[in-house]
């Protein structure tokens, strides 16, 4: 048995605890249903289930991906509003300084 039909293996397990229907246990029964597949040979089994599972790895990074992005967006926002509260504590320190120097 390869090494990526080992991952393949322990992800199925991982998956089976969830009772959910995402794209990776979709892509799970696939490769269940291609295991059954009788007519195809063991190299082609192989190939398909390569394939599958190379196509559950980029659809999880495409959602660590999302995932990071939507995290840079707040990110950025936090920023925003961080430089502009800057802004008004050093008008407010100003206005202060001139208050307290004209008294």
């Given at each position: 048995?390869?090494e990526?039909?080992?991952?393949?293996?322990?992800?199925?397990?991982?998956?089976?605890?969830?009772n959910?229907?995402?794209?990776?246990?979709?892509?799970i029964?696939?490769?269940?249903?291609?295991?059954?597949?009788?007519?195809?040979?063991?190299?082609?089994?192989?190939?398909?289930?390569?394939?599958?599972t190379n196509?559950?790895h980029l659809?999880?990074?495409?959602k660590?991906?999302?995932?990071?992005?939507k995290?840079?967006?707040?990110?950025?926002?936090?920023?925003?509003?961080?430089?502009?509260?800057?802004?008004?504590?050093?008008?407010?320190?100003?206005?202060?300084?001139l208050?307290?120097?004209?008294?």
């Amino acid at each position: 048995m390869s090494e990526e039909s080992q991952k393949y293996d322990m992800s199925k397990i991982e998956l089976q605890k969830y009772n959910v229907d995402t794209p990776e246990v979709e892509i799970i029964k696939a490769c269940q249903f291609v295991e059954l597949q009788t007519h195809l040979t063991s190299e082609a089994k192989e190939l398909y289930l390569n394939y599958l599972t190379n196509l559950l790895h980029l659809k999880q990074q495409k959602k660590l991906f999302e995932d990071q992005n939507k995290f840079n967006k707040q990110l950025i926002s936090t920023n925003r509003n961080l430089v502009k509260a800057t802004w008004v504590l050093a008008l407010v320190t100003i206005g202060l300084a001139l208050i307290t120097y004209f008294r």
